[in-house]
């Protein structure tokens, strides 16, 4: 079946320590984001990915950073720079250039200890 | 700057009743709007779009209207159910072209929940 995979599910992590969470989606498309949900907030955008080797900040980019080596995978690294990242994590593909639905994988729940 | 707002923060609907959820927007670049489905600690669905050049879109129980002149939309749930009880985000698109490459703009979302 196609879709996104997000792991872990939950993460911790120790204060001052990097951690990558993964993303892969085998839809073919060319499209890739994160997303960041904090309580009672909507999502927001930390980074996203036209095409392979080209990415974008989204409007919360600082302290993290991202890689897109292949079409399928987008990994989404939480720096120490982050102040606040314990959060929920989204990340989501979509086709190129056409106005359609984004689709989401289930999610990576980071917290900080 | 919030440039989609969802001023409810949560409904609470009968079973069999009408839900409407609405959201307003503050970009008139946007040109595309979705409804978006999530369950906690899950990953959002999919639920229905609608062009700027329409006014209305329908699928099954659920409909969105677009009123650009006030920069508003709502779903329109009908009849609504007790698993349609989640957080409903509202997000929008501007058009494609720069660097816009579709990312989309969330609410904040409405908790809905359909009493049985």
């Known amino acids: 079946d196609g879709g996104i995979t997000q792991s872990p599910k939950y993460l911790f992590r120790k204060e001052g320590q990097n951690v990558t969470l993964s993303c892969e989606q085998n839809?073919?498309?060319?499209?890739m984001y994160w997303y960041r949900q904090d309580p009672g907030q909507g999502l927001r955008l930390i980074y996203y990915?036209?095409?392979?080797?080209?990415?974008q900040k989204g409007d919360i980019a600082e302290g993290y950073s991202v890689s897109r080596e292949k079409k399928e995978s987008f990994p989404l690294t939480v720096t120490s720079a982050q102040k606040n990242p314990t959060a929920f994590y989204l990340c989501?593909?979509?086709?190129?250039?056409?106005?359609?639905?984004?689709?989401f994988g289930q999610g990576t729940r980071l917290t900080v200890v | 700057d919030q440039q989609v707002k969802q001023n409810s923060p949560s409904l609470s609907v009968q079973e069999g009743r009408i839900s409407i959820l609405n959201c307003d927007y503050t970009?008139?670049?946007?040109?595309?709007f979705l409804w978006y489905k999530k369950y906690p600690a899950e990953g959002p669905t999919f639920l229905i779009s609608?062009?700027?050049?329409?006014d209305k879109n329908e699928d099954g129980r659920f409909t969105v209207f677009l009123n650009k002149s006030a920069k508003h939309l709502s779903l329109h749930i009908v009849p609504s159910q007790p698993g349609d009880s989640a957080v409903y985000f509202c997000?929008?698109?501007?058009?494609?072209?720069?660097?816009?490459?579709?990312?989309?703009?969330f609410g904040q979302g409405t908790i809905l929940t359909v009493h049985p």
């Open positions: 839809l073919n498309h060319d499209a």
């Open positions: 997000a929008a698109s501007p058009p494609n072209s720069g660097t816009s490459y579709g990312k989309l703009t």
């Open positions: 609608i062009s700027s050049i329409k």
């Open positions: 970009n008139s670049m946007f040109d595309y």
């Open positions: 990915s036209q095409i392979v080797n080209d990415f």
């Open positions: 989501a593909s979509s086709i190129w250039n056409l106005n359609t639905e984004a689709f």
